[in-house]
């Protein structure tokens, strides 16, 4: 039933969408005593993606943050069932995971010590044990599999409206089959919701309208990087399927399922999934079921029916086609929208709605009445997307691979195959040259490292250690003994100007003192309330001018800080376009530049390059490094000088992977990694390097710290190259945890020692305390 517009009110919070999690945030929203909230939905509640979740509910996760998230989910799913007086369907009916693949296995086999760590049981199960877990499986052909007790199911729409009597007995208003035309915006804040029975002004805004929210944002001119994609799964009618059937899982199969009413569930995770747009779902707002697609089903149909031969002969009820919104890198969309303020973001779940949405409902409350969530949520905050990954082309291409991606392994030079080439660096053809291997990067073209194995006198022993490893050591041995030059033209560049501009953003930006005579410095971009929106590098201009430059994973973010904070009598410019950046590191880096540059010092460097092109060149003692500024015009006559100079000095030419191996050598933070909003020291206390006998080659993060088995801490940042003595790394310790006892972390079920060591960044941090 439409409401009238007398119903319709002012409110301090609208949220749009009553799907799972639309109502957990109002939920949220009023337990932490907010008052005036409405929720709008179009149609009823739980009437889109919510309705046609399975409910699945896993209750371990590698990501320490989607672990808290689901943890979350299992305990607050029978708390709102207990609230409401309502049945939700909440059963615990654990979940078995198999494979028929030695690399997954040996996954698998170090699951139930990280499970243990986090107080998960986590149990290994032979073929033989699988059937007897999973009476439906054949288990012939497979090598074995997990056994999670703890994992649990739920009724999706059950539980929305659980959560939304819950909701409405704290005072939320929730008016159902209200149409949402858009978002009215005064200058760059929302001012109210505009639906068909009139305008609800407000101050702020929780976008959860599921695939729809894209289309709602364009209303207020701004973009979000979801897309829909079709998703199937098969429901078979009942016959006789124990209604405890444990849930189960195979990432190698692209299959999932569980009991339904005496019957089963099977979905896939395709590869080549089926992008749609909402103008191609069916008029009536009350569904957004589309037509089966069994030539899209039946490749994972096969695969089914050899997996679970009952299915040969069980009735087919139907082949459930309901889409679901994905993003550009398969997390989902929470937080601030970047272009203008009091917008939310709470959507783009990749079909993880019902296991994420509880978390995420209470992230974006605590958000907007305390400025902050309670969790460190950067790798889900919606300002980690550039522009361009919003537009309908990239979206529309990459979205395609997110589902079957998620399903494989990946080592660090793995990357989507989709949405290529969108951003390139004035260099990218000399990289190529040089036989760059690519990753992309919030639509960048970069380049992780370089394939050297046409050159003359290659020996290399694919078995001691993979191509790129060995590359990856050459490259960083340049930076250790001679010289590395990295391209990092991908890097944001903002120049900054007007009077005071240079004491202003030192005054607003903490970080460790310049070092000595550097040019170049670290800058925290403070968030709201503590913790670092932004790291950012600082290099002084003349004219009281400065650029800032950070990763291409932070433009936005960046661009964001400055929109909200810059002070009206200074400006920033984005010279991204413009400007190619250039990295030059290694003891013999600043001969190589002087030469180069034909100048006195590598740090007053201002003259002529090829073609007289103005340069600017800054060293960075804390990095160890010299930052080159150069117009695009002459980037490439620049690079070729450098590199034929470079014989005389061993310079190599290095990519990200060696870069970040670097770093973590040095110890130098990365946001996302070591810093984030949550970071709530200004110092980087808290934040720890370490060296271990781990002789795992390679990267790796999310492993926990413990001490005596009590986790104190993470590591975020792990790296052994071939001819290194021993792994270094960087993590964060809760020193309200642990109180210098020894520590160790746990790597493919294996415990190693952690110790302490020195790092420039603990130095400067040090240095500044005295």
Not at 88 to 115: K, N, Q
Not at 340 to 359: K, R, T, V
Not at 567 to 573: F, K
Not at 715 to 729: D, E, K, M, N
């Amino acid at each position: 039933m439409s409401r009238s517009g007398s119903e319709l009110r002012s409110a301090r919070i609208v949220i749009v969408g009553g799907g799972i999690a639309g109502v957990s945030a109002a939920y949220h929203l009023a337990k932490l005593g907010v008052e005036d909230i409405v929720l709008l939905e179009r149609a009823r509640l739980s009437s889109g993606t919510t309705g046609h979740s399975t409910g699945n509910m896993e209750t371990y996760r590698s990501d320490p943050l989607i672990f808290e998230m689901v943890r979350y989910a299992a305990e607050c799913y029978p708390e709102i069932a207990s609230e409401s007086g309502r049945d939700i369907g909440w059963r615990v009916v654990g979940r078995v995971m198999y494979t028929d693949r030695e690399e997954r296995w040996e996954h698998m086999r170090a699951l139930p010590a990280l499970g243990r760590a986090r107080g998960i049981e986590i149990d290994l199960l032979s073929p033989a044990a699988l059937g007897t877990r999973l009476p439906i499986i054949a288990p012939e052909e497979l090598i074995g599999g997990v056994w999670i007790p703890s994992d649990a199911r739920v009724s999706p729409t059950d539980a929305v409206n659980a959560f939304a009597w819950a909701a409405r007995s704290r005072g939320v208003a929730i008016h159902e089959h209200c149409a949402i035309l858009g978002i009215a915006r005064q200058n760059d804040r929302v001012s109210a919701v505009v639906t068909a029975d009139g305008d609800i002004p407000c101050d702020s805004i929780v976008l959860a309208a599921g695939l729809w929210s894209r289309d709602i944002a364009k209303s207020c001119a701004v973009s979000l990087p979801l897309y829909a994609l079709e998703h199937q799964y098969l429901i078979t009618r009942p016959f006789g399927v124990d209604r405890n059937l444990p849930l189960f899982l195979s990432y190698d199969d692209q299959l999932y399922g569980r009991e339904e009413v005496g019957g089963i569930i099977v979905g896939s995770l395709d590869d080549h999934a089926i992008p749609i747009t909402t103008g191609e779902l069916p008029q009536d707002p009350g569904s957004c079921l589309l037509a089966e697609r069994w030539e899209q089903f039946e490749p994972y149909m096969t695969t089914a029916m050899r997996r679970f031969p009952v299915l040969r002969t069980a009735h087919m009820k139907m082949l459930l086609n309901g889409p679901e919104s994905f993003t550009p890198d398969g997390q989902m969309l929470l937080g601030p929208v970047p272009g203008i303020s009091g917008l939310y973001a709470l959507c783009g779940f990749n079909s993880n709605g019902m296991a994420l949405a509880p978390a995420a409902g209470r992230y974006i409350a605590e958000w907007i009445v305390e400025g902050a969530p309670s969790s460190d949520v950067a790798p889900l905050d919606v300002r980690r997307f550039s522009t361009v990954q919003s537009t309908e082309e990239y979206l529309r291409a990459r979205v395609t691979e997110i589902p079957g991606y998620a399903c494989r392994m990946h080592s660090p030079i793995d990357d989507y195959q989709t949405a290529r080439d969108v951003r390139r660096s004035p260099l990218h053809a000399e990289l190529v040259a040089r036989g760059a291997k690519f990753s992309s990067v919030n639509g960048w073209e970069r380049a992780l490292w370089f394939d050297r194995k046409s050159r003359a006198g290659d020996s290399h022993d694919e078995a001691r250690a993979p191509r790129w490893l060995d590359a990856v050591a050459q490259e960083a041995a340049g930076a250790l003994n001679g010289a590395l030059l990295i391209d990092r033209s991908s890097d944001a560049k903002f120049l900054l100007a007007g009077t005071g501009a240079r004491a202003w953003l030192k005054e607003r930006a903490p970080g460790p003192p310049d070092e000595g005579e550097s040019q170049v410095r670290l800058a925290l971009l403070p968030a709201l309330h503590g913790g670092v929106e932004v790291l950012t590098r600082v290099l002084e201009s003349r004219n009281d001018q400065c650029w800032l430059t950070t990763t291409p994973d932070q433009e936005t973010r960046l661009v964001e800080w400055l929109r909200i904070n810059l002070p009206a009598h200074l400006r920033a410019t984005d010279r991204g376009s413009e400007l190619a950046c250039l990295e030059l590191r290694g003891p013999r880096a600043g001969a190589l530049l002087r030469q180069a540059l034909g100048a006195r010092s590598a740090r007053e460097a201002r003259t002529g390059a090829p073609g007289d092109a103005s340069i600017e060149a800054r060293e960075d003692l804390l990095q160890g490094s010299t930052v080159i500024l150069v117009p695009v015009e002459s980037a490439v006559s620049l690079w070729r000088w450098l590199v034929a100079l470079g014989e005389h000095y061993d310079l190599e030419v290095g990519g990200y992977l060696a870069e970040e191996a670097l770093r973590i050598e040095r110890g130098i933070p990365a946001f996302g990694r070591e810093m984030s909003p949550a970071t709530r020291t200004r110092r980087g206390l808290g934040i720890a390097a370490f060296t271990s006998p781990l002789p795992q080659m390679g990267f790796g993060r999310h492993e926990l710290i413990l001490d005596q088995r009590r986790v104190v801490g993470e590591i975020t940042s792990r790296v052994r190259l071939p001819g290194w003595q021993a792994t270094l790394a960087l993590g964060r310790l809760d020193g309200a945890r642990w109180h210098g006892q020894p520590i160790e972390t746990v790597v493919d079920g294996l415990t190693w020692p952690l110790e302490l060591r020195a790092s420039a960044w603990r130095a400067a941090t040090e240095r500044s305390a005295e």
